[in-house]
């Protein structure tokens, strides 16, 4: 009858737009510990109902009931990348699932194009397992709202540093905002060999992804040693020498843009170096840029001793005052004459093994 086929249209219909308004839902589940999205649940159930009603199947045909699976798939389950997926949550997924299951269960040419289109290119980006007993939980974001950086090797010097600098809330907005107006200079690997995109790309996944860590081979790809060579991520380097081309590169990438002076708004002090003559007293000042300050911790019991130890005076023999034109023996040290808004230690570690004598250092914030 006439009210059938107006009520077959009209399941279709409704079934039609929970579907594209799925597309551009956005979900309040974050991970599968967050607390049910309600309304998704409910928009979920609701489109499960109508796959019960007997004529539902005969409202679509194949190519079409095919592409209302794959949106499903896609939209609430399983992603296509770069892309938000709704359905987080144990309660949720299995609606969902359920939704697919319903799809495919009266067609078999809907349920191969789910297995083809949808399952297998799934399977194969899933790694193999690396240990037993695996549970989303080892994968997921931690519940105190932070991922990791994983180690490459010797990579512990960049992680520390990049994750400090994640924790700096206006640093980070003002990374993730700036635009240099280049474009992606993607290698035939598909890695976008920019620092400055890779340095964003790396605070977005920080406070986006929802896996426990990140990758940052592309970002030690994208920032060059010395030699020009992607960093060898099996060489520990120094901490301070990271710092200092880090930011003279993100300094030239920031020239051209209002952020030029993030850098400096930051992390930079100025200090400021004395020589004071022991005949006359006059002082002799030197001022200084810093974005670091390198401190002794060796036989220090604190921060404060190791800073009492940076402005202590020293002596310089047979020094000649310009105010008295006198050589003299005189007095010299270095003060802080401003902190910058962050003020970036650097702690000095001598190490003396018999195989070599090394010096290294490791950073620390202040806020």
Same mark, same amino acid.
């Given at each position: 009858?006439?009210?059938?086929?107006?009520?077959?249209?009209?399941?279709?219909?409704?079934?039609?737009?929970? $579907?594209? *308004?799925?597309?551009?839902? =956005?979900?309040?589940?974050?991970?599968?510990?967050?607390? =049910?999205?309600?309304?998704?649940?409910?928009?979920?159930?609701?489109?499960?109902?109508?796959? !019960?009603?007997?004529?539902?199947?005969?409202?679509?045909?194949?190519?079409?009931?095919?592409?209302?699976?794959?949106?499903?798939?896609?939209?609430?389950?399983?992603?296509?990348?770069?892309?938000?997926?709704?359905?987080?949550?144990?309660?949720?997924?299995?609606?969902?699932?359920?939704?697919?299951?319903?799809?495919?269960?009266?067609?078999?040419? !809907?349920?191969?194009?789910?297995?083809?289109?949808?399952?297998?290119?799934?399977?194969?980006?899933?790694?193999?397992?690396?240990?037993?007993?695996?549970?989303?939980?080892?994968?997921?974001?931690?519940?105190?709202?932070?991922?990791?950086?994983?180690?490459?090797?010797?990579?512990? *010097?960049?992680?520390?540093?990049?994750?400090?600098?994640?924790?700096?809330?206006?640093?980070?907005?003002?990374?993730?905002?700036?635009?240099?107006? =280049?474009?992606?200079?993607?290698?035939?690997?598909?890695?976008?060999?920019?620092?400055?995109?890779?340095?964003?790309?790396?605070?977005? *996944?920080?406070?986006?992804?929802?896996?426990?860590?990140?990758?940052?081979?592309?970002?030690?790809?994208?920032?060059?040693?010395?030699?020009?060579?992607?960093?060898?991520?099996?060489?520990?380097?120094?901490?301070?020498?990271?710092?200092?081309?880090?930011?003279?590169?993100?300094?030239?990438?920031?020239?051209?843009?209002?952020?030029?002076?993030?850098?400096?708004?930051?992390?930079?002090?100025?200090?400021?170096?004395?020589?004071?003559?022991?005949?006359?007293?006059?002082?002799?000042?030197?001022?200084?840029?810093? *974005?670091?300050?390198?401190?002794?911790?060796?036989?220090?019991?604190?921060?404060?001793?190791?800073?009492?130890?940076?402005?202590?005076?020293?002596?310089?023999?047979?020094?000649?005052?310009?105010?008295?034109?006198?050589? $003299?023996?005189?007095?010299?040290?270095?003060?802080?004459?401003?902190?910058?808004? $962050?003020?970036?230690?650097?702690?000095?570690?001598?190490?003396?093994?018999?195989?070599?004598?090394?010096?290294?250092?490791?950073?620390?914030?202040?806020?």
């Amino acid at each position: 009858s006439k009210s059938e086929i107006d009520a077959k249209i009209n399941v279709g219909t409704k079934f039609r737009q929970i $579907v594209d *308004y799925l597309q551009g839902y =956005v979900s309040t589940e974050i991970s599968h510990t967050s607390p =049910v999205d309600t309304f998704l649940l409910g928009i979920l159930k609701i489109a499960h109902k109508l796959l !019960t009603i007997d004529y539902f199947h005969k409202c679509f045909d194949a190519k079409e009931s095919a592409e209302l699976t794959k949106k499903i798939f896609t939209s609430c389950l399983f992603p296509a990348e770069r892309e938000l997926f709704r359905c987080r949550t144990e309660t949720s997924r299995k609606v969902a699932y359920n939704i697919i299951t319903a799809l495919v269960k009266e067609d078999v040419a !809907t349920c191969i194009y789910l297995i083809q289109d949808c399952l297998l290119p799934i399977r194969e980006k899933i790694p193999p397992l690396d240990s037993w007993a695996n549970s989303i939980n080892n994968y997921e974001r931690s519940e105190l709202g932070y991922i990791g950086l994983k180690n490459l090797g010797c990579i512990c *010097y960049i992680n520390s540093m990049l994750q400090q600098f994640f924790m700096i809330s206006p640093f980070r907005n003002a990374i993730m905002t700036v635009r240099d107006n =280049v474009l992606p200079m993607l290698t035939k690997e598909g890695i976008d060999d920019n620092l400055l995109h890779q340095f964003q790309r790396t605070f977005i *996944y920080l406070l986006k992804s929802n896996r426990r860590d990140f990758n940052p081979a592309a970002f030690c790809y994208s920032f060059k040693e010395l030699d020009g060579k992607p960093t060898n991520t099996a060489i520990q380097h120094d901490a301070h020498e990271f710092l200092n081309i880090l930011f003279e590169r993100l300094e030239k990438a920031f020239k051209d843009t209002p952020y030029k002076q993030l850098i400096q708004s930051v992390f930079g002090g100025k200090s400021c170096s004395q020589v004071i003559c022991s005949n006359c007293g006059h002082i002799s000042a030197t001022y200084e840029d810093y *974005y670091t300050l390198s401190l002794e911790i060796k036989n220090q019991r604190n921060l404060d001793d190791s800073l009492q130890r940076y402005i202590a005076e020293s002596t310089v023999s047979d020094y000649k005052c310009d105010y008295c034109n006198r050589k $003299v023996d005189a007095a010299k040290r270095t003060l802080i004459s401003s902190l910058p808004n $962050v003020l970036i230690v650097l702690s000095l570690i001598h190490i003396s093994e018999p195989t070599r004598q090394a010096e290294i250092s490791y950073a620390v914030f202040c806020l």
